[in-house]
């Protein structure tokens, strides 16, 4: 399984498996155009400032949790994480393991076979033939009328049944990904603010080792 960026450890890993053993069943249209029409809103931003909780959930354990942040200006971020931060301008990409105060520089491989995937690209991958999206629910919460679409990946090998996503009908605003695992684990991803078009400075896309004393730097790049 490739890695995808980390912001997206918990949403749908299951979306980035290659497809085998196609079955044959086809998306929901009224899915794909409420998708359609995030990815829209989405790409008609310049900068995107996420605010987000994680919730992990394995049998027998206690849940963990954690908060994170994500500045994007097209492929370039910057993603915080609890203990880490994970920055990209597009041709570099640094993890810096704040416990360790230890970074790791890798090439910002984005293509096909890369081990990142920025976060913008995520939101085109409904229109891969390799998945399919329907509408499970329309309810209401806190007040708000929702729709729920799940995603089932056509690939019997994968490790994931299925993906959900909680929609507000206002807006077509993104409230919540919720990813099943065959083994039981639940990761969920609850967004508490979303502000667009924000004032970004480019600096904020680079590392720079002397803002970090005594970091131990790991260059990983070829």
């Known amino acids: 399984?490739?890695?995808?960026?980390?912001?997206?450890q918990f949403?749908?890993?299951?979306?980035?498996a290659q497809s085998q053993d196609t079955a044959i069943e086809t998306s929901d249209k009224e899915a794909l155009v409420i998708l359609e029409a995030i990815q829209s809103d989405y790409d008609s931003y310049n900068s995107h400032l996420i605010e987000f909780g994680i919730v992990v959930e394995f049998p027998g354990e206690a849940p963990q949790k954690q908060k994170g942040k994500l500045l994007q200006v097209g492929d370039k971020f910057e993603l915080d994480i609890d203990d880490k931060l994970i920055?990209?301008?597009d041709l570099t990409?640094?993890?810096y393991l704040k416990d360790k105060n230890e970074v790791q520089?890798?090439?910002?491989?984005?293509g096909e076979e890369g081990e990142y995937m920025s976060p913008n690209k995520v939101f085109n991958l409904y229109k891969s033939k390799d998945y399919v999206f329907a509408i499970s629910q329309k309810t209401y919460e806190e007040g708000k009328a929702v729709t729920l679409i799940e995603c089932k990946s056509l690939n019997r090998q994968s490790e994931y049944s299925k993906i959900r996503l909680t929609i507000i009908d206002?807006?077509?605003k993104v409230k919540q990904f919720k990813l099943f695992s065959k083994d039981g684990s639940r990761f969920t991803m609850n967004l508490f603010d979303h502000k667009k078009n924000v004032m970004i400075p480019p600096s904020s896309f680079g590392f720079?080792?002397?803002?970090?004393?005594?970091?131990?730097v790991e260059d990983l790049r070829f």
């Open 1 to 8: 399984m490739k890695i995808l960026f980390y912001l997206l």
């Open 11 to 16: 949403v749908p890993l299951v979306l980035l």
């Open 87 to 89: 920055i990209s301008d």
């Open 93 to 95: 990409v640094w993890l």
């Open 105 to 110: 520089i890798n090439d910002a491989d984005f």
């Open 170 to 172: 206002q807006g077509n």
């Open 208 to 216: 720079n080792p002397k803002d970090y004393p005594g970091v131990i």
